[in-house]
């Protein structure tokens, strides 16, 4: 079979918040979502101690669901709906935000970490018009409670974040035809993924170089590929395990207006979220910004 053909590779922009290095690999220059994944930063690796919370600060969010994914570290959510809950290095939390929610997230090393490194990922997931407008929800698992599927010959693990892998499924809920997997390739290792044809497909490199469909990446590099059906061998020359993010999923059909915290359908659905927001219908919590 065919191999899929890269369609651009990225290396992203900085966007530090707060002290917390950042760089943002969605949207960028070549493309605005990969399927209905709009937003990708990716944050350190980096040394906070417990007393350095690296906070986001209060702030909205409308039309979208955010996900936040730990290598290291440990993350504090607390929102306008009551939700107020930690995670730690390998788990994830997930945030409905519908028709508009206020969050706070604090992260840092975790205590008992004597080098407390920080080190993950956000993404913000599009929704589907209908789901925008439905209230906010919040689920939370531990690196424990997240499906993970051992590779044949010993070639690594697989954690299905959002969607699903063969019978596999992720709690996570969705709303479109979407996935995120997190591959753990062991040393010297191949991984093939069968993509399918129509799918949009993205790799990020979070912490080493590797080589796929015959192609060398670096760290740190997100790599798009085209529409059409074919392999991704992903092939790990490294006498290391390598760390690689998959995800995308059915293109997002509907039109996709950005602007801050919120992703709508139009720039009048963009209006009626700074509205509500400024009119107090995102509920309370503590000062924003602070």
């Not at 059909?253 to 602007?259: K, Q, S």
């Amino acid at each position: 079979m065919k191999q899929k053909q890269v369609s651009f590779s990225w290396s992203g922009n900085r966007a530090d918040i707060n002290g917390l290095p950042i760089l943002r690999m969605l949207p960028n220059r070549y493309v605005q979502a990969v399927g209905s994944f709009v937003f990708l930063d990716h944050f350190g690796p980096a040394i906070h101690p417990p007393v350095e919370n690296k906070g986001t600060g209060v702030h909205p969010h409308r039309g979208i669901a955010t996900l936040s994914y730990l290598f290291k570290g440990e993350a504090n959510h607390e929102d306008s709906a009551g939700n107020n809950q930690t995670i730690h290095s390998g788990g994830l939390q997930w945030m409905k935000a519908g028709k508009g929610i206020l969050h706070n997230e604090t992260i840092h090393g975790e205590a008992e970490d004597p080098e407390h490194e920080v080190h993950g990922v956000q993404f913000w997931i599009n929704l589907p018009p209908a789901i925008k407008e439905e209230s906010p929800e919040y689920k939370a698992l531990d690196h424990t409670e997240i499906p993970k599927i051992q590779l044949p010959d010993q070639a690594g693990t697989l954690k299905i974040l959002v969607g699903k892998y063969a019978e596999t499924q992720s709690p996570v809920p969705t709303y479109n035809e979407e996935f995120l997997y997190h591959l753990k390739l062991a040393k010297l290792s191949t991984f093939v993924l069968d993509t399918k044809t129509g799918d949009e497909y993205a790799v990020f490199l979070p912490s080493a170089g590797l080589v796929i469909n015959e192609t060398h990446f670096e760290k740190g590099e997100f790599i798009e590929f085209d529409r059409n059906g074919g392999l991704l061998t992903m092939h790990n020359t490294s006498i290391l395990d390598v760390d690689v993010l998959i995800f995308g999923g059915a293109p997002y059909t509907d039109p996709i207006v950005a602007e801050g915290p919120f992703v709508m359908n139009s720039k009048l659905d963009i209006a009626m979220a700074y509205r509500d927001f400024l009119g107090g219908k995102y509920g309370k919590l503590g000062d924003i910004g602070r």
